[in-house]
C-alpha cells in the first residue's frame, strides 16, 4: 500500500488550502477557490468528503506513486447527459492527450476505467447508482491490462499501458466530482479477486462491532482444540441441507427464530456452491432431499463467490435446466434467492418453470422491463398462468434491483393472494383467485425464453408451501446479519504475542456458521458436497488443517457483529461462546482465585470432569477476614462420569477485592477443575458501518469500545497444575465458557 485517505473529519465545511491527512503516504491539500460546497459529511465508513462538482478537488502535491490497485467508495448526486466525472485521475492537469494515463469516471451514468494512452477502457452503464454507496476497485497488472470490480464482483476487464502520471482526486482538467468519496486506498501492485472480496466484506456492513474477551488463562501449556457458540438466529448460514432425512433449525437452539418448521415443504435448494459446469446431468445439486439437481444450459453458467459461498454467474445468455417432477407442480409454494443484478435493462428472469423454447409458463419470477402493468423497470415481478391465461396472475414490487448490491427476494402464493418480498420486508400484493397452471415444463434457474438473468443467484429455495412474513425474513436475516470470530494462543499474560487465525491460518479469514459443515472448509471455499448442519455451530480445529495453534496457557477470541439491514431494530447477538481445550489434572483440597467486582451481583461458571461419580466441591467466598463464608447449601452434586458445568450467583460480593475458594471434597487425584469463568455483559459499539482497511498484511482493527465487564479475575492459585509440566489430556474435550449476552444495537454513524 502506497497511500491510504480515510477522508475523516469534523462534520463542517472544508477551507481551501486545508490539508488532507493520509493514513499512509503524503498527505494532500483541500483545493476550493470558491470556498463553498467541500465538506466532511457521512460517509460509508465513518466521515467521508463531498465534492460540489464545480471547483472542488485533492491536491497530493505531484505523487506519482506505481499504481496497481485503487479502491474507493462512491456516493453519486445525480447523473445527466454530458455529465463526467473523475473520482480519480492520472495525468497532467491540463488533461491533454499528450499527459493522459489513466483514469476512473462516471460518464452520462456509466462507470468507466480508462486508459487514456493506448485508447482502451472499460464502461459499465447504470452504475453507480445515485443516492447510495458503491465500492469500485481497479486493478491494473504489469502488463497493463486493466480490471474492474464493483461490490466485490469482478465485471470486466481491458487492455492498457502500464504509465503512471500525478494522480489527483476528484478532478481532471475542468471536470470535477459531483457527490462524495471515501476510504481512498491506492497499492503499487495488482489485488487478487480474494484480496478485493477481503475488502468489500470488511467495509460493505452497515453496521459493525468487535467484541474481544478476555484473555483467558487456563493455568497450564496446553491445546486449544475448538470453537462453539450460541447466537439468537443463524447468520451468514446457508440452509440447512435436508438429504438423508428432513432436519430443521430449532428455538431451542436459536432463540430469535419464528418457528422450528421453517424447512418444511421445501421440495428444491440449490446452493449453488459447485464448479466446473459443463452441461452434465445432475452436476448443479439440490439438497432439499427431492432429487432435483440440475444442469448448466445454453451457455453454462459458471460457480463465482458468491453472497454465502459459491453462486451461479449468468452473463445474459446461461440458464440452469432443472427436469420437472410431480412436487414441483404446486396452486401454493414459495420462490426465494439472493440476486446481485448486473447493470442493464430488460425482462431478466431469476426462477421460473418454463419452457427454454416455448414462452408458455407456469410461473416467471424476474426483475420488470418496465411495462406498467408488470411494475417499474428493475423491479421484481411474478407473471404465473392463471385459468388458462398467460400472465393472468401479477404481483410485483416497488425496489429497484439492479444496483450490483446484494438482495434478498421472495414471492409466496396461498390460493388467494400472491406477495413479493424485497430483503425480508413485503413491498406488493396482488389477491386472486382460481386454478394455476402446472404442466410439465422444466424448472429455468436464470433464464428463459428470451429473458435471460444477467449477474449472480445464489441460495435459492423452493417450497411447495406459503412461507409466512415471519419465515421470510428470517431467511433474509441469516445472510444479512452475522457473527465472525478470529482466535489466537498466547504466551504472554496480555496475549501481545499470539497471532489472530481464522480458518485458513492467517488473519485475512474469519470463522462463521459458514463453516459449520459437515465438510468443513478452510475458508476460501466451500465444497458442494458438504452438508449444511442445522445445529448449533461447533468448529473443531483439526477439521481445518491451515490452522495452527501453539499449545499454550492463554487464548482470546474476537467477535466481529455485523449487520447489513438498515430496517430492523437489533443486529446479530451472541449468548455464550466457548473455546475448547485439554486440562491438567488438579489436586485435591483447598484451591482458590481472586476477584474484584464492580457491580452488585455476578455469577460464577465452572467447568470440570472426572472419572469418578463421586466428586463434589464446596464454594466459599473470603471478603478479606480471614472467615471463609460458604455460599452454596450442599455440596456441587455429581455430575455423571464425564463432568459438566456448575453456576453459583452470588449476590452481594461487594466491590472490593474478594477471594473465592474451592474444597475438593474427595481425595480423587483424577479431578479437574477448569479455571472461572465470569460473564461479561457487552454492548459493541454498532455505530460504525464495516471497518477501517488496513494493510492486507495486518489484522483488522477493533471498532468497540471496551466491553463493560461485572469484573476481574486472577488464575487458580494452588491448582497443583504445574505451567512446566505437560498436560494431561482427558479423554474428552473441556470447554472454558464465557457466557455473554452481546446484543448488536442499531445506530446510524455519526
Not at 462534520?11 to 488532507?20: D, L, Q, R, T
Not at 486508459?115 to 476497485?137: C, E, K, L, R, Y
Not at 475448538?226 to 435436508?242: C, N
Request: with cysteine; glycine share 12%.
Amino acid at each position: 500500500m502506497v497511500a491510504y485517505f480515510h477522508l475523516n473529519g469534523a462534520v463542517e465545511s472544508i477551507a481551501n488550502g486545508e490539508a488532507i491527512p493520509a493514513a499512509i503516504g503524503s498527505g494532500g491539500t483541500a483545493v476550493n477557490p470558491n470556498g463553498v460546497g467541500m465538506s466532511y459529511a457521512a460517509g460509508q465508513l465513518r466521515e467521508g468528503i463531498v465534492f460540489d462538482g464545480i471547483d472542488d478537488s485533492i491536491d497530493l502535491g505531484g505523487v506519482t506513486p506505481s499504481v496497481g490497485s485503487v479502491s474507493l467508495w462512491v456516493w453519486l448526486n445525480r447523473v445527466g447527459s454530458n455529465d463526467s466525472y473523475p473520482l480519480i485521475y492520472a495525468g497532467n492537469d491540463a488533461f491533454d492527450g499528450n499527459q493522459w494515463s489513466w483514469g476512473i469516471y462516471v460518464y452520462e451514468g456509466a462507470l468507466y476505467v480508462i486508459d487514456f494512452s493506448a485508447g482502451g477502457g472499460i464502461n459499465v452503464p447504470g452504475t453507480p447508482s445515485t443516492g447510495q454507496w458503491t465500492h469500485i476497485v481497479m486493478v491494473r497488472n504489469d502488463g497493463g491490462a486493466f480490471k474492474l470490480y464493483i461490490n466485490g464482483v469482478a465485471y470486466s476487464t481491458a487492455t492498457g499501458v502500464a504509465t503512471n502520471r500525478v494522480l489527483r482526486i476528484a478532478k481532471a482538467g475542468s471536470y470535477y466530482f459531483s457527490g462524495a468519496l471515501d476510504e481512498i486506498a491506492v497499492w503499487s501492485g495488482a489485488l487478487s479477486a480474494a484480496d478485493v472480496r477481503t475488502l468489500y466484506q470488511r467495509q460493505s456492513p452497515k453496521f459493525s462491532g468487535t467484541f474481544t474477551s478476555r484473555v483467558i488463562s487456563v493455568g497450564a501449556t496446553s491445546p486449544w482444540t475448538s470453537l462453539s457458540w450460541t447466537p439468537s438466529s443463524p447468520g451468514f448460514k446457508e440452509l440447512p441441507d435436508q438429504i438423508g432425512g428432513a432436519q430443521n433449525e430449532t428455538v431451542a437452539n436459536y432463540s430469535a427464530l419464528p418457528t422450528d418448521t421453517i424447512m418444511n415443504g421445501v421440495v428444491g435448494l440449490w446452493h449453488l456452491d459447485g464448479s466446473g459446469w459443463s452441461g452434465a446431468a445432475g452436476e448443479i445439486a439440490d439438497s432439499s432431499g427431492h432429487g432435483h439437481s440440475g444442469n448448466a444450459v445454453a451457455g453454462a453458467a459458471s460457480r463465482t463467490n458468491g453472497k454465502f459461498a459459491g453462486a451461479a454467474a449468468f452473463s445474459g445468455s446461461a440458464a440452469i435446466n432443472v427436469d420437472d417432477g410431480s412436487d414441483l407442480r404446486m396452486q401454493t409454494m414459495t420462490l426465494a434467492a439472493w440476486i446481485q443484478v448486473a447493470p442493464g435493462a430488460g425482462w431478466r428472469e431469476i426462477v421460473g418453470k418454463d419452457n427454454y423454447q416455448d414462452p408458455t409458463r407456469n410461473y416467471w419470477f424476474g426483475l420488470s422491463y418496465g411495462y406498467a402493468q408488470y411494475g417499474a423497470a428493475g423491479r421484481l415481478v411474478l407473471l404465473a398462468q392463471k385459468d388458462g391465461v398467460n400472465d393472468g396472475l401479477v404481483a410485483f414490487g416497488t425496489t429497484a434491483l439492479d444496483d450490483a448490491r446484494w438482495h434478498h427476494v421472495a414471492v409466496t402464493t396461498d390460493g388467494a393472494t400472491a406477495r413479493i418480498y424485497v430483503d425480508g420486508q413485503e413491498e406488493g400484493s396482488t389477491s386472486y383467485s382460481g386454478i394455476l397452471y402446472n404442466g410439465g415444463e422444466p424448472i429455468l434457474i436464470g433464464g428463459g425464453s428470451a429473458w435471460n438473468f444477467g449477474g449472480l443467484i445464489d441460495e435459492l429455495g423452493i417450497w411447495s408451501r406459503a412461507l409466512s412474513a415471519a419465515e421470510v425474513q428470517s431467511l433474509y436475516l441469516r445472510g444479512a446479519n452475522g457473527i465472525r470470530f478470529q482466535v489466537r494462543t498466547c504466551q504472554s499474560i496480555d496475549c501481545s504475542d499470539g497471532i489472530w487465525q481464522g480458518p485458513d491460518g492467517t488473519n485475512q479469514t474469519y470463522f462463521s456458521e459458514l463453516n459449520d459443515n459437515a465438510v468443513p472448509a478452510d475458508g476460501a471455499d466451500i465444497a458442494a458436497n458438504d452438508s449444511v448442519l442445522a445445529g448449533l455451530p461447533s468448529l473443531s480445529f483439526a477439521a481445518f488443517p491451515p490452522v495452527n495453534f501453539p499449545n499454550a496457557r492463554y487464548a482470546q477470541y474476537r467477535a466481529i457483529l455485523e449487520s447489513y439491514d438498515s430496517a430492523a431494530v437489533d443486529g446479530p447477538a451472541l449468548k455464550r461462546v466457548d473455546v475448547g481445550y485439554t486440562g491438567c489434572l488438579m489436586t485435591d483440597g483447598f484451591h482458590y482465585f481472586d476477584a474484584q467486582f464492580l457491580g452488585s451481583g455476578v455469577e460464577l461458571s465452572f467447568q470440570f470432569g472426572y472419572d469418578a461419580s463421586n466428586v463434589g466441591y464446596d464454594l466459599y467466598r473470603d471478603d478479606g477476614s480471614g472467615a471463609r463464608e460458604k455460599l452454596n447449601a450442599q455440596t456441587i452434586p455429581s455430575l455423571g462420569a464425564f463432568g459438566g458445568t456448575y453456576s453459583f450467583f452470588d449476590a452481594t460480593p461487594g466491590s472490593g477485592a474478594v477471594q473465592y475458594w474451592l474444597n475438593d471434597l474427595y481425595a480423587d487425584s483424577t479431578s479437574m477443575m477448569y479455571g472461572p469463568a465470569i460473564p461479561q455483559k457487552v454492548i459493541p459499539d454498532m455505530s460504525q458501518p464495516g471497518a477501517n482497511l488496513s494493510d492486507l498484511a495486518s489484522s483488522p482493527p477493533d471498532l468497540a469500545v471496551a466491553p463493560v465487564t461485572d469484573g476481574s479475575i486472577s488464575d487458580m492459585k494452588d491448582s497443583g497444575c504445574n505451567v512446566a509440566a505437560s498436560p494431561v489430556s482427558p479423554p474428552w474435550p473441556i470447554l472454558f465458557a464465557v457466557t455473554l449476552i452481546a446484543f448488536a444495537r442499531r445506530r446510524r454513524k455519526s
